[in-house]
Structure formats: structure tokens, C-alpha cells
């Protein structure tokens, strides 16, 4: 009993150094590790020194012939994370160092014995290979040392080279005190090693959720693109997210935002200075440095604070177009970021680049076509406006002066960029030139009535709203009906909506034909892309009787 | 020669006028702004030349010409400001058209050709365009009735009526042209019949009559039976 409480003590150092070594930043996350190279080398010394720890720790009996110990625990559980070779290796080793560094009548079957431990758990390894969640349990550690140290046992008994009354003796002194301390140990360096793990995993969750958070935010700043004053807002809303020291933003050869800690020399508009942000940048790929192991190293002034970062690139249709950068301070010493953080932020920015973009192109589209319609200046107007100016010219040039600056007049905001926005004033005023020529080509058959709410006059929407509209009412409606045309153009609001209304006496409008259609089409998309669904065309038609054509706009912004 | 303008935008028509009268090779026959008026103005006027605007309310000038009788029909100058589908058809019929504005000198090359070829020959190729509704005066307005509306047409001392379920309006169209270009079957001297509109028809001692959908009686003689029973797939 007292061996056993020995034991249990021994092996409570092993954990409070094992516990040590999960907290280090020495300790990597386990799964990924497990086939590479590097991470087997890694748990070969890890629990081979665990091993060799264990002869130290022991407690010698029966005349020093035996040592109670618990080298088992760390070849065991070599096997178990790490398959049978990499169990028998650390058995090997531990056994070999229990051979010869210390001598004993047990000695040689208990290097044996070890090595065969660490191949049972190799073996549960390959057992539960595909169930990781099952072969990392306590249970699982528990059972394979326990039946690792009964196997002890009986090679102690069978292989030792001594008087077999004395070798009834080791295995009564070292036998019982083995068998039940070492599984508990086992199970114990299990609990710490998962409980590291899920710790782990749980830091990953937060880096998530606060790259999530980030997310929510930059959505409408991000739909701008990736402009300076963009650039510097975001920066801002990371840094205030993830309360890292400083954060940066670049493109694929400038600093274009930052926010925080060295901002006195990380100014926007300078090139990248950083090694490791032209290495994110060529390698597509997110670089850490920790501080520790690897260190940032401002290369702009000596002085600047930082000395850890996460870079991460920024990239739409698997370009890189530029990197977002977290830094903390020296001596900070717990890091508000890591690399999943990084990785997580990369990738959201990223998806909301390419919506940007996409949204960008859209937009473009719609302007194309718009510039398509345009350019198409109706010719059956324009000549028979020429023909009523050159007819006019005979009787009244004064008159035919007029209408030939309309014309011009008409021409020239047909040019005007298409971008723009322009008011409900403007608007009426391009539609007022195209009705004087009409209303002069269609002279005494054709009256055109305005009623437009003075306060509506400064109401904003897309270039282009009114004139097709209007255009539409002449060249379907109006121009077909034998006896007097009528048309009225009406803004007036209705529950806090805008509506602007163009109607006609033809009642002619039938489904949009294509040429027709168009231009009515791109009216709605481009109300619709600027205030929302919720807005844009409406038609209603009475055959032979009117169309009306309301276009619905958002009331507030404009005075009321 | 006697000019007939049909235009419906009056600086158009004035301007045309004018350069007509400036050739010194016209007089004047009329100024019409619409299809309608122009049919009853070729009717009463008998004009040499029509000077044909394409695009009008209503009806076009290529319908226009579907409503005339060949013999009534004269020699015609189309005129539009730009209509890709119509100048095509003219240039592959090498029929005269000008575009406004239109120019003195190409006025003159007009003139020139009226004057070699003021005969009919040409006139069987003009374009035209199939009626769809019958111009009528209800009042002193002008209706358009749409064909599948129309039940029968009949004629009289006082003229040629459309008759539909509502009502039985005058028009300026001939029996002939509304048979020959509007698709109306012919059942009887004086009467057309729409056969969509047709319910039913009883036949007694070879003495048919035709009821409308709307109740109507239409009398059809034995010289066109066959034929009306032919298109009723009787």
C-alpha cells in the first residue's frame, strides 16, 4: 500500500510536468500532427523522457533487484497516439536505459516488458484508428495499462533470472501497486492531454465567432471595394472586434489602411515593408508569428512596438489582391489572436470582396446596357424633329430657333454621364425639352399637363428615370391615337412613398416587346439597385382608355 | 399632276406643300393627317399621285392601301423619316420613296419619274399590310372595329355597314376589298359574313339563312351557298 501511494506520488510529478508541457507553446494540437514525421519525432521524445522520468521516479525493492515504476505509462501511451512502432520504439528505449543505467534482477524483463506495453497500445491504435473519439478516452488508457502492466507481471515472473522464491517476492512487491497505479496514471495523462485538446478547439470556436463578428460589420463597408477609406474603417472594426494592438490593411503593394499601435510610421500609401506580407502575398497562404518562436521585426522603425502578427491574404477569384494583418505588442503575454483567427478573417473578407465585386459588375451591366439604349438615339425622332424645325423655319425662325436649342438641349443631357443621380428638377427639365419638340411635331393634336408637387422637386433617383418613360407614352401611345392625345406627368406622395407617374389617354401598352420592354426594364433595375426591391415599375392599363406607368420611389430625404 | 398629301404631323404636310408647289409640277388635291380621311379624300378627290406617310396613328400607310380598290388606287410616293423595315421593301420593289427632311434636288429626281411613268403598272406592287380592323364613322368619330369582332358587313343604297353585336356603323371600305383583304366570305350580293362569328345555318328549299352568335339573320343566296359551306366545312 505504501508502494502504491509511492507510486501514485511519482507519478503526480510525471503530470504536473506533463501538464506543464500541454501549456507550453512547445505543446501542438495532437490530431493533425499524428502522421507527419516531425510530430512522431516529436511524441517519441516527449514520451520517452516521460519513460525514463518513470525508472528515476521509482521506488527500488526487494534488495534493488526491482523498481517499481511507472515507464509503462509512457510507452503505452506512445502506442496508443502514436501506433506500434513509435510504442515499441519508446518501450525500447526506456527499457534500454532501465538495462543499463540501472541494474537489477528485473531489469532486462522489465525492458521487455515495456516494449511489448508500448505495442499492445499500438495496437489499440490501429484498432480505433478510424474512431479517434474513442481511442482518446481515459477508459481506453486505463484498460490497455492495465492489462500492459498484467503481461508485466507474468514475463517478471516467468523471464527473471533469480531463485524463483525471490522472484515471488518482486512481482508480490512491485505487482500490485503497478497494476492499479499505473492505469490511473495512464487514464490521467489522457484527461490532461483531451482536456488541452478540446481547449484548443474552443479557441478555435471564439477565433470564429469573433471573425463572424467582424464580418457583420464590413459587409456594407466592403461592398465598396477595397479603397483607402474603406481600408482605414475596416482596420478600425477588427481591431476594436479582436482588441489585437494594431491592424492593418493592404493591397498587393501598399499599406491602404491602418489602425492602432505604430501608426505613426504604418501609414497608408507606404509599400509593403514586411517580408512575411510579401510572402502571405506571393504563397497565397496565412503566416503566423508568435512572438516567440518567430518574431515580427518592423523594418520601418526601430522603435515600433510589435513584434507578433497574423497575415492573412485577401483574395477574389483566387487572386491575391491584398492582406489583412493583426499585430500585438512585445510582452503581451496572452496573444488575442492565432492562426485560425487570421485564416478566418482572410477568408470572410474575402467572400465579401468577391460579392463586392460581383455587385460591381452587376452595376456595370446595367450602366452598358443603359449606354446601349442611349446611344440608340431614336432616329425616327430625330429626323422627324429636324422636319418639323426645317418646316417651322419657313413661317417663324424665331420659333425654329427655339426648338432647335431644345434639341441640342435634349442632346446634350442624353450625354450626361449615367452614373449620376439626378433630381426630380433635373429630370423635368430634360423631359421639358423632348416634349417641346413633340409638342411641335404633334402640334394641335397632342396636350401634355404637368402636376407635380413643388416639395418633391429635389427627390433623388437614377438619371434617366423620367425621359424613357415619357419617350414610351409618344412613341406607343400618343402618336397612335386618331383624336386628341392627352398625357399628364404627376409626382405626388403617397404613404411615405415618392410616386412619379406618367399616364396616356392611348392605352395602348401591351407586354413589353423587346425593343419597347428594354428600356422600361432597365428604368426598374436600376431604381430597384439603388433603394431596393421594394421600389421601381408599376404599369396599369385600361385598353384603348390609359396607361399609366408609376414608378415608386422612397419618400424620406426629401423635405416634407 | 394632282398631289394628295397624307401626313400626320402638320409642319410635315405644310412643309411637303410647299415643295411640292415650289417644283411647279403639282397642284394641290388635298392635305390629310390620317388614313381615314385620306381614304375618303382619294375617293372624292381622285388624285395622280398620294404623297404616303408610313407611320401614322391608327393606320399605317401600307393598311392604308389594303382599304383601296386596285382601279381607285394612284400612283404613290412614299415618305418617312426612318423606317428600316418599309425602306427595304421599297428598294426591292424599286418603288419611289423619299425621306424627310426631304431635299429639293431629290424632289426634282421624283418629279422627273412621275412624269415618265404615271401608269398603273407599278401600283400591283406596293406594299401592303393586312387589315386587321375596319376604319367606321360612328357619329362624327372614327371607329376602329377590330375584325373578329365584326358579324357580318352589308351593303345599300346609303353605303357599306359593319355590323357587330353592339352596333352597325357606316364605313368608306368597298364589299370587294373587305372580301379580298380582310378575309369576310362572301354569302350573298350585298352580304359578307364573318364565319367565326357564325352559330348556325338552316337550309330550306335551297333557301339558306344564317344566324349570327349574337341572334342576327344573314341571307344566303344559292349562287354563294357552296362556297359558305365549303369554309364551314359543311
Known sequence: MKLALQLTEALSVFLVIFYLYCRSPAFRPLKPDWPRPRGKIRLYLVFSGIAILGNYLGVPVVDGQAIVNARAVGSTLAGLLGGPALGMLVGATAGLHRVTALSGAAAFPGAVSTTLEGLLGGLVHLALKRRPEQLMTPRVAFATTFVGELLHMFIVRYLTSAPPEQVIAIVKAIGPPMVIANPIGAALFMAVLLERQREQDRVAATSSARALKVADRTLRLLARGLGREAAGELAAIIREETGVGAVGVTDTERVVGWSGMGSDHHLPGNPIASPYTRQSIAENAVVFADGVRQAYDCTVSPSCPLNSMVIAPLQVDGAVVGTVQLFEPRGRRFLNMNKSLGEGLGAVLSSQLLIARYQEQKSLLVMSELKLAQAQVNPHFLFNALNTIIAILRRDADRARDLLVHLSNFFRKNLKRSSDVSTLREELEHVGAYLEIEKARFEGRIAVETDVDPELLSLEMPAFTLQPLVENAFKHGLSEVLGEGRATIRAYRKDGEALVEVEDNAGAWTEPRERAGLGMQIVDKRVKNRFGEAFGLSVTCVPHELTRVTVRLPGKGVAA | ?234
Open chain 2, 1 to 234: 399632276m394632282r398631289a394628295l398629301i397624307v401626313d400626320d404631323e402638320l409642319h410635315a404636310r405644310e412643309e411637303l406643300e410647299s415643295l411640292l408647289l415650289e417644283t411647279g409640277a403639282f397642284t394641290i388635291a388635298g392635305l390629310c393627317g390620317n388614313a381615314v380621311e385620306a381614304i375618303q379624300a382619294i375617293r372624292k378627290q381622285r388624285p395622280d399621285v398620294v404623297f404616303l406617310d408610313i407611320q401614322m396613328p391608327a393606320i399605317s400607310g401600307f393598311e392604308l392601301l389594303s382599304m383601296l380598290d386596285d382601279d381607285e388606287l394612284p400612283a404613290v410616293v412614299f415618305v418617312t423619316a426612318h423606317d428600316a423595315f418599309a425602306l427595304r421593301a421599297f428598294e426591292e420593289r424599286a418603288l419611289d420613296y423619299l425621306l424627310k427632311p426631304v431635299g429639293r434636288e431629290r424632289l426634282a429626281k421624283t418629279v422627273e419619274r412621275l412624269r415618265r411613268l404615271p401608269g398603273v403598272e407599278a401600283r400591283q406592287g406596293y406594299p401592303r399590310a393586312e387589315i386587321r380592323r375596319i376604319p367606321c364613322l360612328a357619329a362624327r368619330a372614327i371607329k376602329l372595329v377590330d375584325l373578329p369582332d365584326v358579324e357580318f358587313v352589308r351593303s345599300s343604297e346609303a353605303g357599306v355597314y359593319v355590323v357587330t353585336a353592339k352596333a352597325e356603323l357606316f364605313t368608306e371600305l368597298t364589299l370587294k376589298v373587305l372580301e379580298e383583304r380582310a378575309g369576310l366570305v362572301r354569302c350573298h350580293k350585298q352580304f359578307l359574313v364573318n364565319v367565326d362569328q357564325v352559330d348556325q345555318i338552316s337550309i330550306d328549299e335551297g333557301l339558306a339563312v344564317i344566324r349570327t352568335r349574337s341572334g342576327k339573320d344573314v341571307p344566303v343566296s344559292r349562287r354563294h351557298l357552296p362556297a359558305v359551306k365549303a369554309r364551314l366545312d359543311l
